[in-house]
């Protein structure tokens, strides 16, 4: 089980190959959404998640019973932590599993894990909950016209990014790019918006290539 309460966390599982490129552009993402709303004005870098909440990496050989070590939560089986949502990412072409398990009104655990390695009954109990989530999701969200007003769920979808580069930039995106639009994005989401318009941030990717910002 790896522990992310702040970047460097995530850097440091980088250097060591633990996690890979599109994934550790999602967890840096999501610290940065939550540093937008929790950081208090502290600095990205000195910001951390110990009293909200962690990002957890369940790693083959975890159970549920792992997460005893990061909260007070104690249960007798995935199932049985009844998380607040479970959902489902394609990152890189590998499928992960984000659920968020609130252990009190002020404490969530966001905990990932991989879609293989995972015993057949868990994983049809993880395919149902995420499921589910995306109806509730789709029932409720509004209508979002393509790239433009990009769906801000759907900053994440790598697919999704690299259409709106073909439209905006020509051509697909590397993966450190990929990481940096990301990083962009969060920067300018300190509201969780519906209409935000991704090319936006793809020029200023494009300005910051070119060495052409701050001119």
């Known amino acids: 089980m790896r522990v992310v309460n702040r970047l460097r966390d995530i850097r440091e599982l980088e250097v060591a190959s633990t996690v890979t490129g599109p994934l550790a552009g999602y967890l840096r ?3 940065l959404q939550l540093h937008g709303v929790f950081g208090g004005g502290a600095a990205a870098e000195e910001f ?24 007070p939560h ?27 398990v ?20 868990t994983l049809e109990w993880l395919e149902q909950e995420s499921t589910a989530f995306e109806e509730t999701v789709e029932q409720d969200a509004p209508e979002a016209p393509e790239c433009l007003g990009v769906d801000y769920r759907l900053v994440w979808d790598e697919a999704e990014l ?54």
Request: with cysteine; aromatic share 6%; net charge negative.
């Open 102 to 121: 609130m252990t009190n009104n002020e404490y969530l655990v966001h905990v990932f894990m991989r879609a293989d390695g995972q015993d057949p009954a």
């Open 29 to 31: 993402g999501l610290l």
């Open 162 to 215: 690299h259409n709106c580069a073909a439209e905006v930039l020509g051509r697909n995106l590397t993966s450190d790019e990929l990481s940096a639009l990301r990083t962009i994005i969060h920067e300018d989401l300190d509201e969780r918006t519906w209409d935000y318009d991704i090319r936006e941030a793809l020029e200023r990717l494009q300005c910051k290539l070119e060495g052409r910002c701050g001119e």
């Open 74 to 100: 104690g249960t007798g089986g995935l199932p049985g932590l009844c998380p607040e949502f479970v959902e489902r990412l394609d990152l890189g072409g590998t499928r992960y599993y984000k659920l968020g």
């Open 48 to 71: 951390s998640l110990e009293e909200v909440g962690p990002l957890v990496l369940l790693e083959e050989g975890d159970c549920a019973e792992s997460l005893r070590e990061v909260g």
